[in-house]
């Protein structure tokens, strides 16, 4: 689908009364976040994105619990507190919500970077379980308007992928290696939940 038909779509989720939230999930590397900014900076101030990589778990406890070597999986989020922001984003009476956000240079996140003022018409948030119907995931289907799944070629997204790794210290081999293990495992996973979705966009898939 064209990037200004999804454009259109997504205008109109904004021009509804109240607010609406629409959900953009795929595996790692698939283009989420590049289409949520893009969407976002299209829409201006109609619109603002909140990733759910800001509810990564701290790497220090993730470390202390033994995950990890599993950072990216299900278990490694604040689920419960991501389907909490949410609903506080469905209903944000007359203040700002703050969202915290990921920053890849740390490996870690920040809590409260991402301010969303209650006039904004449409939140856009991006992340990889949108769709898993397992434990608190299973709640937050519910809480958006539209679930859009990005399916890229797996060859494409891959190299994206290992390319990723790289940018932020890995050398080849380390970056290979968490590309089609650890992340590979989540991808398949997430790619199970694709039939749930509002809306499949693919990019290169033959």
Aim: glycine share 10%; with cysteine.
């Amino acid at each position: 689908m064209p990037f200004r038909q999804l454009l259109e779509r997504a205008r109109a989720l904004a021009a509804r009364p109240g607010r609406a939230v629409l959900g953009i999930t795929g595996p790692p590397a698939a283009g989420k976040s590049t289409l949520a900014a893009r969407l976002r900076d299209e829409l201006g101030p109609a619109a603002a994105c909140v990733p759910l990589d800001g509810f990564h778990l701290a790497h220090e406890l993730l470390t202390e619990i033994g995950l990890a070597d599993r950072k990216g999986a299900p278990e490694t989020f604040d689920a419960a507190g991501y389907v909490a922001l949410l609903r506080r984003l469905r209903d944000p009476g007359e203040g700002v919500v703050y969202a915290p956000r990921f920053d890849r240079g740390i490996e870690d996140s920040i809590a409260n970077a991402v301010p969303v003022p209650p006039d904004v018409p449409l939140v856009i948030t991006e992340g990889n379980y949108l769709l898993l119907r397992s434990g608190p995931w299973a709640q937050v289907a519910g809480l958006l308007d539209e679930v859009w799944y990005i399916d890229l070629a797996e060859e494409t997204r891959l190299g994206r992928l290992i390319g990723r790794h790289m940018e932020f210290g890995r050398d080849a081999a380390e970056a290979a290696e968490r590309a089609t293990g650890s992340d590979q495992r989540n991808a398949v996973l997430i790619e199970a939940s694709r039939e749930h979705a509002s809306l499949v966009v693919s990019l290169g898939r033959s």
